[in-house]
């Protein structure tokens, strides 16, 4: 929670009012429904939704994340996906893969 809270804070001191989109996204450790996600959302929009993420032996939870900072300028998702097939022996986590319009 005190990271998620360092990293509101640091954004929103660089970045409140940017013309262009700003992005958070990587392995959070966190499920969908946790507190640590529930206060990213305060700052930031979900980008990459809650399709499962993780691990490439199992595929059983979703906590790799792409986020879009709300005091940026916004961004319409295209697409969203989390890439599956053929890609197993890359990670223990599938790639996640966002296509937006800015």
Same mark, same amino acid.
């Given at each position: 929670?005190?990271?998620?809270?360092?990293?509101?804070?640091?954004?929103?001191?660089?970045?409140?009012?940017?013309?262009?989109?700003?992005f958070?996204?990587?392995?959070?450790?966190?499920?969908?429904?946790s507190?640590?996600?529930?206060?990213?959302? &305060?700052?930031?929009t979900? %980008? +990459?939704?809650?399709?499962?993420t993780?691990? =490439?032996?199992k595929?059983?939870k979703?906590?790799?994340?792409?986020?879009?900072f709300?005091?940026?300028?916004?961004v319409?998702?295209?697409n969203?996906e989390?890439?599956? &097939?053929?890609?197993?022996? %890359? +990670?223990?986590?599938?790639?996640?893969?966002? =296509?937006?319009?800015?």
């Amino acid at each position: 929670m005190e990271q998620m809270r360092k990293i509101n804070e640091w954004f929103t001191t660089r970045y409140a009012g940017c013309g262009k989109p700003v992005f958070l996204c990587g392995d959070f450790n966190v499920l969908p429904d946790s507190e640590v996600i529930a206060l990213a959302l &305060e700052r930031w929009t979900l %980008l +990459s939704g809650t399709d499962l993420t993780y691990s =490439t032996k199992k595929r059983s939870k979703c906590i790799d994340y792409i986020f879009a900072f709300k005091d940026a300028a916004p961004v319409e998702v295209q697409n969203a996906e989390v890439l599956v &097939e053929g890609t197993e022996n %890359l +990670s223990d986590h599938y790639p996640v893969l966002i =296509t937006v319009k800015y």
